[in-house]
């Protein structure tokens, strides 16, 4: 036999999953999770929004045949996310410019969009902040282009490096797609003023960027609206971008893989013309998307009852996870640990970049059953009324 896998080297393990396994294999019952990346309530579980669950169950009590989906994905589904993505008056819903596409979650679309740039419009570059989400690098790699990356993360002062940004973005060849979280930076939790968002839109436009903006995490921050902000003034030039949605966060439903790559055009003709090349790439890749996950989300944002009710569990979602983040800084300043962790307080979203160090990660690990992410990212969402004093005193002892 030919041993054509002989030579096949193991890929590193998910930095992310390994930390879960860790956790679950420690004994110690005051252990934490702080590594995961979904919402979980005060309990320490994942949280199942009621409104979702009643359509859950509506939606098994029809009985609905498991036929494919359009290619494109549910077409209900497809308007609201644009409407919820835009605003239902917005010019771009209104004249047909942007056309949507389910796709296979926020990775999916991410996905789907770096297949498009790539392998239709020629893009040969891609860049994301200087930290990123992980998996951002490796899916503009695998669809072939080369990765640059731009600074956003002053570690000495706790903010964006604006400037730093502004002057690496300035660098990338017409044509690149640069990817920028529109809200809830994944990982450190720092995002961009209007008017930072204002002379960006203006430098893509002047050095002829397409950029990608990433939004997984629409009403984690100050609502649904105040977090589509940056892409509605996108929307409002005449620049061509892209967007990647997911309803992961927002709707609880993770397993479920429901989101959505926008492409904003110049016509109307110019989006059916998208749409049908990206089709023809979520043909090659996986063919239809699926039913469930999209048909209980556009179930939801149909009925002005049932949205009004899932805004409500929203906004408490969002206000645990600001609570969480204003109790962690009053037990550090409580314990006087040496380091002012207020910066946390200006962050938003699900995650918060601590500033510590590998090393301390470890020691948080090892010493108290602390986990998460070895570059000093962890969720909020792992904290709780419970637990949030026992952290305080673990980064204070690391310190």
């Known amino acids: 036999?030919?041993?054509?896998?002989?030579?096949?080297?193991?890929?590193?393990?998910?930095?992310?999953?390994?930390?879960?396994?860790?956790?679950?294999?420690?004994p110690r019952p005051e252990k934490v999770n702080l590594g995961v990346g979904l919402y979980l309530d005060e309990t320490g579980k994942p949280k199942v929004l009621d409104v979702v669950r009643e359509e859950?169950?509506?939606?098994?009590?029809?009985?609905?045949?498991?036929?494919?989906l359009p290619i494109r994905?549910?077409?209900?589904?497809?308007?609201?996310?644009?409407?919820?993505?835009?605003?239902?008056?917005?010019?771009?819903?209104?004249?047909?410019?942007?056309?949507?596409?389910?796709?296979l979650g926020g990775t999916g679309?991410?996905?789907?969009?770096?297949?498009?740039?790539?392998?239709?419009?020629?893009?040969?570059?891609?860049?994301?902040?200087?930290?990123?989400?992980?998996?951002?690098d490796g899916i503009m790699r695998l669809a072939g282009m080369q990765v640059q990356r731009y600074r956003y993360y002053d570690a000495a002062h706790f903010c964006v490096d604006f400037s730093g940004m502004l002057e690496d973005v300035a660098k990338l060849p017409a044509g690149a797609m640069p990817i920028f979280h529109s809200c809830c930076h994944n990982p450190t939790g720092y995002d961009l003023t209007l008017e930072q968002w204002?002379?960006?839109?203006?430098?893509?436009?002047?050095?002829?960027?397409?950029?990608?903006?990433?939004?997984?995490?629409?009403?984690?921050?100050?609502?649904?609206?105040?977090?589509?902000?940056?892409?509605?003034?996108?929307?409002?030039?005449?620049?061509?971008f892209l967007v990647a949605t997911s309803y992961s966060k927002s709707f609880g439903l993770y397993s479920e893989r429901v989101?959505?790559?926008?492409?904003?055009?110049?016509?109307?003709?110019?989006?059916?013309?998208?749409?049908?090349?990206?089709?023809?790439?979520?043909?090659?890749?996986?063919s239809n998307p699926p039913s469930f996950g999209s048909r209980i989300v556009a179930g939801v944002l149909s009925d002005a009852a049932k949205r009004a009710r899932w805004e409500?569990?929203?906004?408490?979602?969002?206000?645990?996870?600001?609570?969480?983040?204003?109790?962690?800084?009053?037990?550090?300043?409580?314990?006087?640990?040496?380091?002012?962790?207020?910066?946390?307080?200006?962050?938003?979203?699900?995650?918060?970049?601590?500033?510590?160090?590998?090393?301390?990660m470890d020691r948080l690990a090892t010493e108290f059953g602390i986990y998460a992410v070895r570059n000093g990212r962890i969720c909020i969402c792992g904290l709780n009324t419970s637990n949030v004093a026992y952290v305080a005193r673990a980064f204070a002892a690391v310190l």
């Open 1 to 26: 036999m030919t041993e054509v896998f002989a030579n096949v080297q193991a890929a590193a393990p998910d930095a992310i999953l390994g930390v879960t396994a860790k956790y679950l294999a420690d």
């Open 56 to 68: 859950q169950e509506a939606l098994i009590e029809a009985g609905l045949p498991n036929t494919y």
């Open 73 to 103: 994905g549910l077409p209900a589904y497809r308007d609201l996310t644009q409407k919820m993505v835009f605003g239902e008056q917005s010019e771009v819903v209104q004249s047909g410019r942007a056309c949507t596409i389910q796709a």
């Open 109 to 136: 679309a991410i996905k789907l969009a770096a297949d498009f740039m790539r392998n239709v419009c020629g893009a040969t570059v891609g860049a994301s902040s200087d930290p990123t989400w992980g998996n951002h």
């Open 198 to 240: 204002t002379q960006l839109l203006e430098l893509c436009r002047s050095h002829g960027l397409v950029p990608l903006l990433d939004m997984a995490y629409q009403g984690f921050r100050d609502g649904l609206d105040a977090d589509a902000a940056a892409i509605r003034l996108f929307a409002e030039s005449d620049l061509d």
């Open 259 to 286: 989101g959505a790559l926008t492409v904003v055009t110049g016509s109307k003709k110019q989006a059916d013309a998208v749409t049908t090349r990206i089709e023809a790439l979520a043909r090659a890749n996986y």
């Open 312 to 360: 409500v569990e929203l906004a408490a979602m969002r206000d645990r996870i600001r609570a969480m983040r204003h109790a962690l800084v009053q037990e550090t300043e409580k314990i006087g640990a040496k380091r002012d962790f207020s910066f946390v307080t200006r962050q938003g979203g699900m995650f918060s970049f601590t500033g510590f160090t590998p090393e301390q």
